[in-house]
């Protein structure tokens, strides 16, 4: 699976938008994006992912960059309850095996009043 | 029910003791997976298991064992463990282990080795 990185933390005021980039410069044709994200203590939350278009759903929006080499994963209005570590994970489809979640260090997103 | 459920939520054990995580879901997934998570650390993978089937063992020492008895189900018994193997164990199941589909993760059991 392609290798991710990611900013290690980052801030936002609540009620701002919150845009964490990733970079997955080696990603294949065929690899999606995922996303998820942990808050302290919890199991990871799947927040969205996509393969070549842009996609939003009630969580998030997704833009993929068009050579696909990075995303932007933006929660519209940000609150506390946002608060995580936002994990970007480039990952294979099936090809026979199964196909595999590999986290990397991910981002700390920090929401503040 | 789009809910992974995990037990006990904490565990205790002594380096001889032998205990069982349990993991439960009812969305009629066939895919179910075990994570281990240190502290400050992104959650790894330990076991695929795919219709019931081990599909990946990701090198895991054998004092880890997993059984997937039937497709809600998947445990993980623990024998002989090491204080190292405190962590965060975490369960997840999916549609397929088809990278078009989202992982659904239970809230983890936070294990202790003395």
Redesign the interface.
């Known amino acids: 699976d392609a290798k991710t990185t990611q900013p290690p933390s980052m801030d936002c005021a609540e009620g701002r938008a919150a845009n964490l980039p990733c970079n997955h410069s080696t990603i294949s044709g065929n ?2 994006v ?1 996303w998820y994200r ?1 808050i302290h ?6 927040i969205i ?1 996509g393969l070549k278009n842009n996609e939003t759903n009630e969580m998030a929006s997704l833009i993929i960059t068009e050579d696909r080499k990075s995303s932007t994963l933006i929660l519209p209005h940000a609150t506390l309850r946002d608060t995580a570590v936002y ?1 970007c994970i480039v ?4 090809t026979g ?10 981002t700390r997103l920090q929401v503040t009043l | 029910d789009t809910e ?1 459920t995990q037990t006990p939520k904490h565990l205790v054990m002594g380096m001889t003791n032998k205990k069982s995580l349990k993991c439960e879901q009812h969305m009629g997934h066939r ?1 179910m ?1 075990w994570y281990k998570q240190k502290a400050k650390k ?4 330990m076991f ?1 298991y ?1 219709y019931e089937k081990l ?2 063992n990701e090198s895991v020492p054998s004092r880890f064992s997993p059984e997937c008895p039937n497709s809600s189900l998947l445990n993980l018994h623990l024998h002989a463990l090491q204080p190292e193997d405190s962590a ?1 164990y ?1 369960c ?1 199941s999916s549609q ?5 589909y ?7 059991t ?1 294990l202790t080795v003395l």
């Open positions: 690899e999606y995922y942990q203590s919890q199991g990871p939350q799947y992912h994990y990952r294979r489809p099936n095996t199964a196909s595999k979640l590999t986290f990397g260090t991910g | 992974v895919a997976y992104p959650p790894e993978l695929v795919s599909s990946i965060l975490l997840a397929s282990t088809s990278g078009g989202e992982q659904f993760f239970g809230p983890g936070r």
